[in-house]
Structures are given as C-alpha cells and as structure tokens.
C-alpha cells in the first residue's frame, strides 16, 4: 500500500502557513501525518460505501467479513454474483447491497471506467462517480484523497472538518460557505489540511 508522509516542517506546510496564519496552530499539534493509499480502486470504493454511517470498527468488520465470504477477491464479478442473503449474513443492509452492486454493474458496464481515473480532473472523477448509487459527493472526495492520493481537496460535507476548523478559528458560527471560501486560499494543498484537521485531537481520545 501506498503512503503519502506530510511533516509539519515541509515546504508544503511552511507553504500554507504564509497563504493563512491562522493554520499554524493545526500543524504545532500534530508533528507528522501518514496518509495511507488504497490503490485498488473497486475496493476502495467498496469499502467507502460499506463505511457510509458505520464507524471506522464496526465497518471494518464487515469488510473483512466480505474479503472472506468472496475469498479475498472483492471484484465486480464477485459482487454480481454474490448471494444477497449471504451478503446480508455478514451486516450489509439491503441499501448497501443494492449500492455495491450499482458500482459492480457501473464498473462493468464501464460507465465508471476505473482505468481513466488518474488522468481525470477532481471534478470529472466526482461527476463519473456519482453515477453510482450510494456514491454521492462526499464518497467521492474520500475516494480522490485516499485512493487517488489528490492533495487539493477539502470537503465542507465532513462535519469532522468543519467542527475541527471552527476550533482552529476559535469561531463555532463559522457557515458552510464561509468554510468553503477559507479553504480555497490553502489550494493546491487542501487535502493536506484536511488530514491534520481530522487528526488534530488525536491526542485527547
């Protein structure tokens, strides 16, 4: 698996800090990130509609559950052929079923055509995965950061991002758009502060 290191010292930091102050106290808390990879696309984007309203744990058991049950093959043939009631035996609500075997179909019938991904733009690569059942825009930003590896991108939807920039600012009324409109200014590195903002209070839990 690939992995993608940001170092509190980098240039891309001091980088960041210049274009907005306020981000200094982010990257004092947190000296290092690692960013993790999933390079299989088909997966990724499996396992990112598995996580939808689960946490991280009890999401990661059914994955592991389906790596098992389609013997460690998590393709899209697999998936079409996969048994519903068996699907449904390791935690997978009927809406999920019916999503991974959306992006099964998708991926099959090439409407979502993985192989074209890296040469696709953020926005072109959201708008081919939103075609999808149970992908929406949200998923797919995910998707751009942790399997494309996309350093600029940052996701108003994610209240973990919001509520931990509201801290950064010391202003909880801060509005979607007003988020929006700050997060432009650390462009092209967005992602990067997406990363130590969802890991800022690592510390405290």
């Not at 744990?57 to 093959?73: F, M, P, S, T």
């Not at 959201?126 to 950061?145: D, E, T």
């Amino acid at each position: 698996m690939k992995q993608l290191k940001y170092h509190q010292n980098s240039s891309e930091i001091n980088y960041l800090i210049q274009k907005d102050p306020k981000l200094k106290n982010l990257f004092s808390r947190k000296e290092e990130i690692i960013v993790n990879i999933d390079e299989d696309y088909f997966q990724s984007l499996a396992g990112v509609i598995i996580a939808q309203q689960l946490s991280s744990k009890v999401a990661g058991v059914i994955y592991q559950r389906l790596r098992v049950l389609l013997e460690n093959q998590i393709t899209p043939e697999k998936i079409i052929n996969a048994d519903e009631k068996e699907l449904r035996g390791i935690g997978l609500s009927y809406p999920k079923i019916k999503y991974l075997k959306s992006l099964a179909d998708c991926v099959i019938m090439s409407t979502v055509d993985l192989s074209k991904l890296d040469q696709l733009s953020n926005e072109e690569v959201i708008q081919m995965l939103v075609q999808v059942k149970g992908i929406g825009v949200w998923s797919a930003q995910m998707f751009l950061m942790f399997s494309l590896g996309r350093e600029d991108v940052f996701s108003v939807l994610d209240l973990g991002l919001r509520n931990a920039l509201k801290k950064i600012y010391e202003s909880p009324n801060l509005t979607n758009q007003e988020i929006e409109e700050l997060s432009l200014k650390w462009s092209p590195y967005r992602s990067i502060v997406s990363h130590f903002l969802w890991h800022a209070w690592d510390s405290q839990t």
